[in-house]
């Protein structure tokens, strides 16, 4: 018996040792933040310290998601799988509707003996996943707006109320009618909810280095810089609207097909927006759009560096791979499109992606390699030394965090259901983004775009006969890795169920 107690003793003392070896990680998100950073060669958008965490760790320039939307987007990397699998192309179910026994990232962390929360926007907000969590996620209460703004909302709620009107839960007329697309407010950081969402995965960073032999995956998810573009006044300070860089196509990529040139309406339900095309908005707007959008990204980036500077000073930075990722793309102007994302696009897929790990040897280097959500639960699981998850359907990232040069994906995928039950899925190679958009009992639609020769996808080149071969070639590597029966659409209920609030 004794021996027994001493083995069992000595196997639980094994466990925590190896328990306090592996990394921490702070996996840290944005919400609609396109690679428009200093450290991708923006220099407009002032991102001190998201830089300063590039300069700790790795950037990469071809990173991918594989929907852009957000539900689905943040389903895919969080589970390691691709939608394809999830079979969750929309807002509104949660991910065990379709997979009730699958081992999300977290949740494979959390088995392997790592505390595992989640503050702020990580899942989509009402669509979260208990299973993936030590202790259900966090959302601050803190308002998004100004308190004018907010009374605004009452007001309009309760006159609508009066009325016996029935608001619906988004679009035009919805609640978003009352709230402008961009707002400066003279207020404090936690004062907004993002800051708040800081000001507590700071305080929950102290509590874990009170214990540092208890290894964690703290997940925190910053709102900003989704519509509407709300922050500070002091980060609309940081900018001249007038220096800004408007966008140089202003139009429907040529010769795409009608259903899949189009992106989302969103920012058209924000109060005083002109409802026009986006090329059509008065130039004075677009600039007061572009401002609120950089002003959300740098009051992001604050709220980054505070949590960068907690590691520091508590001394967790030594043992914590951080990583910083946003949900997709998006367009500001580009295509006549605003405050959007919603198609297969290289604008709305290409995310941002920078991975630190403790002593880096390539810190402060960046890599054209191509990379996916799908990526980050192999990789992490890798780095921390974790026992493989078979269910994982990405490539580790870890020989590119070695060596900028490496290559562990020959392609990078992305999907989005389009038009009346179309569903497309992109390829991304180093050359191609090619898209093929299927339909049952419809004839297969094709894109092709030179990333070369046209990184904004402004010009389908598909149907020119010096391509066909591509096409062909392009086709039978999708369909190798993707079979056809893979692309089922959603049925027509499910597009159309309302998101839970």
């Not at 990405?394 to 070695?402: A, F, I, N, Q």
Request: aromatic content about 10%; glycine content about 6%.
């Amino acid at each position: 018996m004794n021996r027994l107690l001493l083995c069992f003793s000595s196997f639980v003392l094994l466990v925590s040792s190896l328990a306090a070896e592996r990394p921490n990680i702070l996996f840290i998100a944005s919400d609609d933040m396109r690679p428009q950073l200093g450290c991708y060669g923006d220099t407009t958008v002032k991102s001190p310290n998201l830089d300063a965490l590039a300069k700790r760790g790795m950037v990469f320039k071809n990173s991918y998601v594989q929907q852009a939307l957000c539900s689905p987007s943040r389903i895919s990397m969080l589970s390691g799988r691709y939608p394809a699998t999830t079979e969750i192309f929309e807002i509104g179910r949660t991910l065990r509707t379709t997979m009730p026994d699958i081992t999300t990232m977290p949740q494979h962390f959390k088995n392997n003996g790592y505390q595992t929360r989640s503050l702020g926007k990580i899942y989509h907000v009402g669509i979260d996943d208990d299973a993936s969590w030590t202790v259900p996620a966090w959302h601050s209460k803190m308002p998004r707006t100004s308190a004018a703004t907010q009374e605004g909302v009452k007001k309009f709620i309760e006159d609508a109320k009066a009325k016996g009107i029935t608001l619906p839960q988004k679009g035009k007329g919805s609640r978003n009618s009352a709230i402008p697309a961009f707002e400066s407010v003279d207020c404090g950081d936690d004062d907004l909810l993002d800051g708040d969402t800081a000001a507590n995965a700071i305080a929950q960073l102290k509590e874990h280095a009170k214990n540092p032999a208890q290894p964690f995956f703290l997940a925190v998810g910053f709102a900003n810089p989704h519509v509407p573009w709300i922050s500070p006044k002091k980060y609309w300070d940081l900018y001249d609207p007038a220096k800004f860089t408007l966008a140089s196509n202003e139009y429907l990529p040529k010769d795409a097909p009608d259903f899949a040139a189009t992106s989302g309406a969103d920012f058209f339900w924000y109060r005083d927006v002109p409802q026009v095309t986006g090329d059509k908005l008065p130039e004075t707007f677009k600039r007061q759009c572009l401002h609120g959008y950089y002003a959300a990204i740098s009051y992001v980036d604050a709220q980054v560096g505070r949590l960068l500077a907690t590691l520091d000073e508590t001394g967790l930075a030594k043992n914590t791979i951080i990583v910083f990722w946003s949900d997709h793309g998006y367009y500001m102007g580009e295509h006549t499109w605003w405050g959007a994302k919603h198609n297969n696009y290289e604008g709305a897929t290409n995310n941002c992606l920078i991975i630190a790990t403790p002593d880096q040897k390539t810190a402060g280097q960046s890599t054209t390699a191509l990379a996916q959500s799908v990526d980050l639960a192999p990789t992490l699981t890798e780095l921390c030394g974790l026992p493989t998850h078979t269910g994982f359907q990405g490539r580790s990232l870890k020989p590119v965090l070695d060596d900028p040069n490496a290559k562990v994906n020959d392609a990078a995928f992305s999907w989005y259901p389009k038009g009346a039950g179309h569903l497309g899925v992109a390829m991304r190679t180093d050359k191609w983004r090619y898209v093929e958009w299927t339909k049952p009992g419809a004839e297969t639609v094709r894109e092709l775009y030179n990333m070369v020769q046209d990184p904004q996808n402004n010009q389908n080149v598909a149907a020119k006969p010096e391509h066909e071969k591509v096409i062909q070639a392009l086709g039978k590597r999708l369909r190798e890795k993707f079979p056809v029966q893979k692309f089922k659409a959603p049925p027509e209920a499910v597009r159309g169920k309302k998101r839970k609030k």
